[in-house]
């Protein structure tokens, strides 16, 4: 797929902008805007979004000054309207630009589309010079003839009879679910023991190719991969109509459901489990991988008091759904995501867990974000654009060296954060032993 923006008008005629594949780019005056726009005053620093997840190219204003025009149609922008001219009820002015229920954000964009910013006209060209849909679950014939109604039922309530259509193992009970998948407890029915399948929701669009690619080489790489501190993953396949990764069971809780029921950890145990985690992590990082996806609900202390990391980019690797654009759903992940996610998304490094792991940290022992998500703000432009509040102005008593550890982690450039789990983790054993 190939996706050109040209601006044809204004301050910035000439700029071209192209991709092929999956990306997400941010447009904007700012210098971290991979689509520089600079010379236009009309233009807010980062004013848009673009991503294409093929087959499909999304955009989504950024709570821009003066927002941006697909077609002519206005898409987000802080200048309220004037009521007179909708016959509205005129909006109070801390909503201004920010009710998502009067003011569209997001739009998917075509060939041919004409986007304006400022006075800037961008001609999009869109080619997909693959089939488009490589495959989805919605289409795949090997699905015992159930339809999308039917799997989506199987994976949200756990109907044990259909999903034994899994070979080899026995549903026990749902573990609990999350934005990709559900995850339940199930005994192997040839090997003996416990073992935690994630089902991918079938409404995924799942890329065959690319599940395809990645059982034949990154599987190897995974399933060989055994440390105290990762969930040993044994195997990711595709049987009647749904898509799962089998992997060892935890028997415990995640750190979310720990700080939702009993409030944020103390400063000290909170330094010990992320010790441990940053053990896994150097593992993974001394191997190559970036976890990508670090934050509370995927870090397990078992009951008998293991640290152990799971979902290690397994699922977002073979799945659409690093999708940023659908912010709703990923809610949850935000406050963890280091702003280059957004806007150097293919050039994230081991400094990207590090900032994960620091804001775990951060929020383990305070239960707040390293930033604060004023209502109606969008979330990714606080992300990349408000400064990070020092975690001992949080209210919570904490030894400066370990704020230090903590608020180095979370630097917002990543070269001011620590370059790999192995160094925070030196840092922080000392800045805890210092006490
Ligand atoms: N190997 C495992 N053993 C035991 N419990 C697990 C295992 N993997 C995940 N879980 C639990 O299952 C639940 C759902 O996990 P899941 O990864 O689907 O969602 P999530 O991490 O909350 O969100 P996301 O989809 O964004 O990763 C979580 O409570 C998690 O702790
Ligand atoms: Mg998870």
């Known amino acids: 797929m190939k996706v050109r923006l040209e601006v044809k008008k204004g301050a910035d005629k000439g700029k071209v902008f192209e991709f092929t594949g999956h990306d997400i780019f941010l447009f904007g005056r700012s210098e971290l805007a991979k689509c520089h726009l600079a010379n236009d005053n009309f233009v807010s620093r980062f004013h848009f979004l673009m991503e294409i997840n093929p087959p499909k190219v999304w955009l989504k204003d950024l709570g821009s000054k003066n927002g941006t025009f697909v077609n002519g149609v206005k898409y987000g922008g802080r200048i309220v309207p004037d009521p007179h001219d909708l016959g509205m009820k005129k909006l109070p002015p801390s909503d201004a630009g920010n009710n998502h229920n009067s003011i569209l954000f997001e739009t998917e964009i075509f060939n041919d589309d004409e986007i304006c910013v400022g006075d800037n006209s961008i001609y999009v060209t869109v080619r997909n010079n693959r089939k488009p849909y490589e495959r989805s679950l919605k289409s795949e014939s090997d699905s015992y003839g159930l339809d999308i109604e039917s799997l989506l039922n199987i994976v949200s309530t756990g109907k044990p009879d259909v999903i034994s259509a899994i070979p080899d193992y026995e549903i026990v009970r749902k573990i609990g679910e999350g934005g990709m998948g559900t995850v339940y407890l199930a005994r192997g029915l040839v090997s003996s023991g416990n073992v935690a399948i994630k089902i991918i929701k079938p409404e995924q669009e799942l890329n065959q190719k690319i599940v395809k690619r990645f059982r034949e080489r990154e599987m190897v790489i995974v399933k ?212």
């Open 224 to 435: 060989s991969l055994e440390h105290k501190n990762i969930t040993h993953c044994f195997d990711v396949d595709f049987r009647n109509g749904l898509y799962y990764i089998v992997m060892e069971y935890i028997n415990g809780n995640d750190i979310q459901q720990i700080i939702t029921r009993k409030g944020p950890f103390g400063v000290q145990e909170a330094c010990r489990i992320i010790v441990e985690t940053l053990e896994g992590l150097s593992y993974l990082h001394t191997h190559n991988i970036i976890h990508r996806d670090i934050k509370p609900s995927n870090i397990i202390i078992s009951k008998d008091n293991k640290v152990k990391i799971t979902d290690f980019g397994l699922a977002k690797d073979i799945t659409n759904t690093n999708s940023l654009t659908k912010s709703s759903e990923y809610a949850g992940t935000y406050p963890f995501m280091p702003p280059e996610q957004l806007y150097n998304f293919k050039h994230c490094n081991f400094s990207t867990d590090v900032f994960s792991v620091g804001a775990t940290l951060y929020y383990m022992c305070t239960k707040k974000y390293p930033h604060d998500y004023p209502k109606g703000k969008d979330v990714m432009l606080v992300n990349i654009q408000d400064p990070v509040i020092p975690v001992e102005n949080r209210g919570v008593k904490i030894k400066q060296e370990i704020a230090d550890v903590i608020n180095k982690a979370v630097s917002l450039k990543m070269n001011e954060r620590y370059q790999t789990a192995k160094e925070m983790q030196q840092a922080l054993i000392e800045a805890v032993s210092i006490i």
